[in-house]
């Protein structure tokens, strides 16, 4: 399967981005960041998949219920990893994770 992330990087869609709906802030930035992160640790492919498609939903219809379930899961994966080995996982992108799986 074409990485969500490459195909961003592809079509130079990344930004900064931050959407704001239903006073829930989801930064663009760190789904990509989470989604490269995924991958590039191999922790849960199903969940880099999932977290990819509940994106592009959210960019089609706004609803941002898959995108904060998906983040909370990372956001776990991610302090799992990060108690093993603290640089596997910057410390900003599980913070910027809380903001919007914590919501």
């Known amino acids: 399967m074409h990485c969500f992330v490459q195909i961003l990087k592809n079509r130079h869609l990344i930004s900064n981005q931050t959407y704001n709906i239903m006073s829930v802030k989801i930064s663009e930035k760190t789904i990509v960041s989470t989604l490269e992160k995924l991958e590039k640790l191999k922790l849960d492919e199903k969940l880099h998949s999932?977290?990819?498609w509940c994106w592009n939903s959210y960019?089609?219809?706004?609803?941002?219920?898959?995108?904060?379930?998906?983040?909370?899961?990372?956001?776990?994966l991610f302090k799992?990893?990060?108690e093993e080995n603290s640089r596997a996982v910057a410390k900003k992108l599980?913070?910027?994770?809380?903001?919007?799986?914590?919501n």
Do not use: F, Q, T, Y
């Open 80 to 82: 799992a990893k990060r």
């Open 94 to 102: 599980v913070d910027d994770l809380e903001k919007i799986a914590l």
């Open 50 to 52: 999932e977290l990819s």
């Open 59 to 76: 960019l089609s219809d706004n609803n941002p219920v898959g995108v904060i379930a998906k983040s909370k899961l990372a956001l776990e």
